[in-house]
T-cell receptor, first 112, second 112 residues
Framework: DAGVIQSPRHEVTEMGQEVTLRCKPISGHDYLFWYRQTMMRGLELLIYFNNNVPIDDSGMPEDRFSAKMPNASFSTLKIQPSEPRDSAVYFC??????????FGNGTRLTVT | SQQGEEDPQALSIQEGENATMNCSYKTSINNLQWYRQNSGRGLVHLILIRSNEREKHSGRLRVTLDTSKKSSSLLITASRAADTASYFCATVSLSGNTPLVFGKGTRLSVIA
């Protein structure tokens, strides 16, 4: 089992650019979560899916953020346009039932 | 909010000593979980304690839960340098079907 795989591990982009983060959950898991981690706010839940269907996106900060899960083995989180305040580590996690969670190693996003 | 809050924010101990971290939360829960995060990595699930349990052990880890005080503690006995990490508690609501809400964590440093 390779665990949850996220790509890229690091992303540096300029303000205004589109950013796409990718996640491959553990096979067989029916929940997928996107979290954002910053020093100021800790771990924030952005959105989660159950059986590929978005259940709660109330944590998505603005319309600039969108997430999709086209199939059980792939999800994307897109930020368009990106802003410096979006700089953070973004984690994807998956689970069988709602918990416990298995996290990927995150994508460190820097927006200059 | 049912968000767990860890205390202390940071803890520094000598190798071989015990480390105790505390977590408080605000609403009734189904279960409480502890996770560890090594620098630059995703969170790793350590232990889950259900609301009808008072204590649970796993190797050098001991978790207690006091639902009347809405608090939990994580004890790491005979700490090692490899235990250096951030530790987070997270709660699941009474219904059991809502995603985890994490605290900001305790940063543990174990000095060899």
């Amino acid at each position: 089992d390779a665990g949850v795989i996220q790509s890229p591990r690091h992303e540096v982009t300029e303000m205004g650019q589109e950013v796409t983060l990718r996640c491959k959950p553990i096979s067989g898991h029916d929940y997928l979560f996107w979290y954002r981690q910053t020093m100021m706010r800790g771990l924030e839940l952005l959105i989660y899916f159950n059986n590929n269907v978005p259940i709660d996106d109330s944590g998505m900060p603005e319309d600039r953020f969108s997430a999709k899960m086209p199939n059980a083995s792939f999800s994307t989180l897109k930020i368009q346009p990106s802003e410096p305040r979006d700089s953070a580590v973004y984690f994807c996690a998956s689970s069988l039932d709602v918990s416990p969670l298995h996290f990927g190693n995150g994508t460190r996003l820097t927006v200059t | 909010s049912q968000q767990g809050e860890e205390d202390p924010q940071a803890l520094s101990i000598q190798e071989g000593e015990n480390a105790t971290m505390n977590c408080s939360y605000k609403t009734s829960i189904n279960n409480l979980q502890w996770y560890r995060q090594n620098s630059g990595r995703g969170l790793v699930h350590l232990i889950l304690i259900r609301s009808n349990e008072r204590e649970k052990h796993s190797g050098r880890l001991r978790v207690t839960l006091d639902t009347s005080k809405k608090s939990s503690s994580l004890l790491i006995t005979a700490s090692r340098a490899a235990d250096t990490a951030s530790y987070f508690c997270a709660t699941v609501s009474l219904s059991g079907n809502t995603p985890l809400v994490f605290g900001k964590g305790t940063r543990l440093s174990v000095i060899a």
